[in-house]
Structure formats: structure tokens, C-alpha cells
């Protein structure tokens, strides 16, 4: 089983702090995501990356940027940390054959 | 509109009871479709794809209507571990590896 690992559940930061979130995946998958999830939003695609140093934008990047040094791992990063980003945010990643992803635990970002 | 609607509920069914959730989708171009199953404070988790000609897995049905741009997921005898929120998740036009996500309906199945 592929597995997504997130390198904190909860995280509690103060606003203007710059925040990283790591997430590592095992199976060589060249597709990462990361989402943020807010109720009655759902999840909402922040950036995606379909290969190593390669990054596009979703539908609410600004505030964020990514970074993908190694195919295996995907590294949100939060500027300049705002309480309007308190949130659960979600790693997942796919393999080539799009059969749906496999997300990580989660994390849930308290800004201060 | 959402790219992805769905009825937040909550149905609240009791054990062994038939229950169905329709999600409409806003692009007809759309080529992917899957329901993802997410338990209180979870990541979300496939339950199954949905394809054209309709899929069965034990006690979940799938199906979809291109012409109606719905998709439907019926779930037979409700278990208790059945209460979760169900996703409704359809690919984009754009990239068929970026999935958006409706909000989910959410299900209680009571003793």
C-alpha cells in the first residue's frame, strides 16, 4: 500500500511566522498535492507538482508556495502565516494510471 | 455554482436500511469519477471508482449519468461503520490527475 506520510498532525503557529509542512510518499508516484480542507468548502487544491521541481498552481495558492526537490517529497510553505489559514491541510499524491489519490493523515494548522 | 454538489444531509438511516446519494457535476467533459469515504477528523479514502456501465463492490453501488452529469453511490443493508462523509470526486478537464472535491454528504446509520 502506498503510504503518505505528514510530518505533524497538529501544528499551533503565531501570525507572521513562516510555516513548513512536510510530506513524504514511498511508492516513486510523480504526482503530489496538496489541499486544504475547510467545512462547507471541502478541499481545495493549493498547489500540485507532477514531477520533481515542477509546481503548479491550484485554485487558492496566494499565501502559499511549494517546493519538490525529491520526487518523494513535497513541502508546503506558508510565508507568512495568517489566521484566515487556520485549516486542515492534506497531503496526497498518484501514480501515472490516475486511479485516485492516496492522501496523508493531515494536518491542522491553528494560527495564533 | 460548484464544479461538484452534493446534499450535505445528514441522512440519518437505522441498521439495514437502503441509502442513496446523487452528486451533479458542472463539466460535461469531465472523465473520471470516484467516491472517497472520510470518517470524523480523517483523511479522505477511495471506496470505489465509478464507471460508465455502473460498478458494484459488496454493498456499494456506483453509478453515472453523463447525459444528467450525475453520479450516484447506493449503499444496501447500512452497516454502523458506515457512517462516515461520502465524496463526491470528479477529474478535471484540465488534467485528469487534478480531482475536484464536492463537499461531501454526510451519513449517521443509528442501531
Known amino acids: 500500500d502506498v503510504k503518505v506520510t505528514q510530518s505533524s498532525r497538529y501544528l499551533v503557529k503565531r501570525t507572521g511566522e513562516k510555516v513548513f509542512l512536510e510530506c513524504v510518499q514511498d511508492?516513486?508516484?510523480?504526482?503530489m498535492f496538496w489541499y486544504r480542507q475547510d467545512p462547507g468548502l471541502g478541499l481545495r487544491l493549493i498547489y500540485f507538482?507532477?514531477?520533481?521541481?515542477?509546481?503548479e498552481k491550484g485554485d487558492i495558492p496566494e499565501g502559499y508556495s511549494v517546493s519538490r526537490e525529491k520526487k518523494e517529497r513535497f513541502s508546503l510553505i506558508l510565508e507568512s502565516a495568517s489566521t484566515n489559514q487556520t485549516s486542515m491541510y492534506l497531503c496526497?499524491?498518484?501514480?501515472?494510471?490516475?486511479?485516485?489519490?492516496?492522501f496523508g493523515s493531515g494536518t491542522r494548522l491553528t494560527v495564533v | 455554482r460548484k464544479e461538484v454538489e452534493q446534499d450535505p444531509g445528514p441522512f440519518n438511516v437505522p441498521e439495514g436500511a437502503t441509502v442513496a446519494f446523487n452528486c451533479t457535476y458542472s463539466n460535461s467533459a469531465s472523465q473520471s469519477f470516484f467516491w472517497y469515504r472520510q470518517d470524523c477528523r480523517k483523511e479522505p479514502k477511495l471506496l470505489m471508482s465509478?464507471?460508465?456501465s455502473g460498478n458494484e463492490d459488496g454493498r456499494f453501488t456506483a453509478q453515472l449519468n453523463r447525459a444528467s452529469q450525475y453520479i450516484s453511490l447506493l449503499i444496501r443493508d447500512s452497516k454502523l461503520s458506515d457512517s462516515a462523509t461520502y465524496l463526491c470526486?470528479?477529474?478535471?478537464?484540465?488534467?485528469?490527475?487534478?480531482?475536484?472535491f464536492g463537499s461531501g454528504t454526510r451519513l449517521l446509520v443509528r442501531p
Open positions: 496526497a499524491s498518484a501514480g501515472p494510471s490516475l486511479g485516485g489519490y492516496t
Open positions: 511508492m516513486d508516484h510523480e504526482n
Open positions: 507538482s507532477y514531477d520533481v521541481k515542477m509546481k
Open positions: 470526486v470528479v477529474s478535471r478537464v484540465d488534467s485528469s490527475y487534478k480531482l475536484i
Open positions: 465509478v464507471y460508465s
